[in-house]
């Protein structure tokens, strides 16, 4: 039974970590021994993994000076002694026992440690969700020491063509680059989606929602704004924002547009799907995604999909074969939401659409790709 072992930051709400659980429920499922490492203690997720997934939370590396009360609360946070350890360091204090393949699931730290592994007989992988042309907050300043990180690993895996193409254009074609798709638990979604939602909320006869975390590239502040200047127009919508993370610079910003009427919010938790399922429409708003989980999901329960143009979304949605794709601006993203508002039945295609979709999230598919970039041979 082969031993894999997955590093990620956490378990929080979010498309990665969404996928990790998916992925390391599918391979246990199929006979692997597989472990996840984190060191922040977000574990929203943690409920849904397979009982025989192995899951060990290593909080970070205490320096010297956060021992001292005054030292660590005027000059130290947590990883600061991650900052400054060299990758082997990093290795040898996060990853106990052998395993035969190891994956950096996440950027940043993941790479770091997997990239500084000392088990010369255990394959070393990195998982690319971002595109790093333009998603400029997943490359640190240091970043020529993970572009050797990077190139020191056996296999990239890319969640989509677009992620691929952007790594291979920032780090280089080291001929080992290969995409592998999202795979999704269509049943446990759909169980999921089933249930009562634990917040009951006012929806309009349009009723829009958008999921995840809250952060400047998911462009939701845009998206606010756009329904905001529809509701001015007299137009029956609504917008939940289902997120995770801090909530309350969300409810300001709303407050600030004076949106409160028709722009709402609650926490996902675990299971977003109640609140997707009766949406007229789901909307991503990004400035840039390497893929967008959300999509996806949204495409399994028959929603319909409005996107702004950027990599992931452009390849799920085939172009705008399967969704509406606008222009990646405000304005664009506003005549969009404008446009399936005003034209039901153009609304009513692309919910039809969302179905002859489904077969692109195949999880076997998935699953035999990459079971064959585990049993690959070595290739440093």
């Known amino acids: 039974m082969k031993k894999i072992l997955f590093v990620i930051q956490s378990l929080r709400i979010g498309g990665a970590e969404r ?18 490492v984190t060191w922040k203690p977000m574990i929203d997720l943690k409920c849904d993994l397979d009982e025989r997934v192995h899951f060990i939370y290593r909080a970070p590396n205490q320096h010297f000076g956060a021992k001292i009360p005054y030292i660590r609360h005027k000059f130290y946070d947590d990883c600061m002694w991650e900052l400054r350890a060299s990758p082997k360091k990093l290795y040898k204090y996060y990853v106990k026992g052998k395993f035969d393949v190891e994956i ?76 592998i798709y999202n795979m999704l638990p269509f049943d446990q979604i759909r169980k999921k989606a089933a249930q009562e939602p634990d917040v009951k909320v006012n929806k309009a006869a349009f009723h829009v929602v958008t999921v995840g ?49 028709c722009i709402f919010t609650v926490e996902g938790g675990s299971n977003p799907y109640p609140y997707m399922k009766d949406a007229t429409l789901s909307v991503c708003a990004s400035y840039s995604e390497g893929y967008n989980l959300t999509i996806a999901e949204a ?22 074969k399967y969704g509406l794709l606008v222009e990646n601006s405000e304005d664009a993203l506003l005549n969009g939401l404008r446009k399936l508002y005003d034209d039901p039945a153009l609304l009513k295609e692309y919910r039809v659409m969302t179905t002859r979709r489904i077969k692109f999230f195949d999880d076997n598919t998935a699953l035999k790709q990459i079971a064959g970039v585990f049993e690959d041979k070595k290739t440093k």
Request: hydrophobic letters at 35%; proline letters at 2%; aromatic letters at 8%.
């Open 104 to 179: 950096a699931f996440f950027h940043g730290l993941a790479v770091q440690i997997v990239g500084g592994s000392t088990n010369k007989r255990a394959k070393k992988i990195a998982w690319i969700h971002h595109d790093m042309e333009n998603q400029t907050d997943a490359i640190p300043e240091n970043w020529d020491k993970y572009i050797k990180l990077y190139k020191k690993m056996d296999n990239i895996v890319c969640v989509s063509n677009a992620a691929r193409q952007s790594y291979i254009n920032v780090v280089g074609d080291t001929g080992n680059v290969t995409t």
């Open 213 to 261: 975390r809250f952060n400047k590239l998911k462009g939701y502040e845009r998206l606010f704004r756009c329904i905001s200047a529809l509701k001015k127009e007299g137009k029956d919508i609504s917008l939940l924002y289902v997120g995770g993370g801090k909530k309350k610079p969300v409810d300001d910003y709303i407050r600030e547009l004076g949106a409160e009427d």
């Open 19 to 36: 996928l990790q659980v998916t992925l390391a429920n599918k391979l246990v499922s199929s006979g692997y021994d597989v472990t996840i």
């Open 299 to 320: 495409m399994v329960l028959g929603i319909p999909v409005l996107s702004t143009d950027c990599a992931g979304p452009r390849e799920i949605l085939d172009g705008g």
